[in-house]
């Protein structure tokens, strides 16, 4: 098990969609399937899975797995105009915690480039292309980001904790998607939120729940 570099999302750590959607593997990678991160997952290294639980070399947790009940949670779709328009106001273009983020970020040109932006009911929108063909982890990736983006903030970095993801179908390439986020709660550092994608039809592809920590500011 391995998360190669060209996943990063962190500085010199993996993106914890990806991540998560390969240690889901464990168990099912289409899901409804928990991942909870307990470390940040180190790139190109060789990674031990046993027992629902991912370990480094060291013997160090990175991950626990576990199977969940199917999710429920589901973030309205919008149309691609109206994803584009948002995409076009995404904060991180201008001011981004992790600008290589292998899914949103914006100097890393061979990434998902998913740039979500907010609507003013507070929910975020991006269009999502498949460019080539998708593996369940591209899709717990693109679940990932859309939300961390609707609790971001200029000075407050967050990073994500846990994942509980569902995938209903991979998009095909050339697909022009739709991924929605939405912040539903939290409490001091912590921030819950879902994130769902719909394909070119309007379908459901995938849906997520996730809770993102805050990062300790100087």
């Known amino acids: 098990m391995l998360v190669e570099a060209r996943f990063q999302g962190p500085d010199g750590s993996g993106n914890g969609g990806w991540s998560a959607g390969i240690f889901a593997a464990l168990i099912d990678d289409r899901g ?9 997952p180190p790139l190109d290294t060789p990674l031990a899975a046993a027992d629902g639980e991912v370990r480094d070399p060291d013997g160090h947790l990175i ?3 576990r199977r969940v009940e199917p999710l429920d949670a589901m973030v309205p779709p919008v149309d691609l105009t109206t994803a584009a328009e948002a995409a076009r106001a995404y904060p991180g273009l201008v001011d981004h915690p992790f600008p290589r983020c292998y899914v949103c970020g914006p100097a ?5 480039r ?3 932006g907010r609507l003013p009911d507070g929910r975020t929108a991006a269009p999502f292309r498949a460019l080539a063909a998708v593996v369940p982890a591209t899709v717990w990736a693109a679940l990932d980001c859309p939300g961390g983006w609707a609790v971001l903030a200029p000075g407050r970095p967050y990073v994500l904790g846990r994942i509980a993801a569902q995938v209903t ?3 095909r390439p050339g697909d022009e998607c739709v991924v929605t986020g939405l ?11 879902h994130t769902s994608l719909y394909g ?8 997520a729940r996730a809770t993102w920590v805050a990062l300790p500011t100087a």
């Open 200 to 207: 070119s039809d309007g379908a459901l592809l995938g849906r």
């Open 32 to 40: 409804p399937v928990e991942v909870t991160l307990r470390r940040p």
């Open 114 to 116: 998913i740039f979500p």
């Open 169 to 171: 179908a991979l998009p």
């Open 63 to 65: 991950a626990q797995v």
């Open 183 to 193: 912040a539903v709660g939290g409490e001091g550092r912590r921030a819950e939120v």
């Open 108 to 112: 890393n040109p061979d990434g998902l």
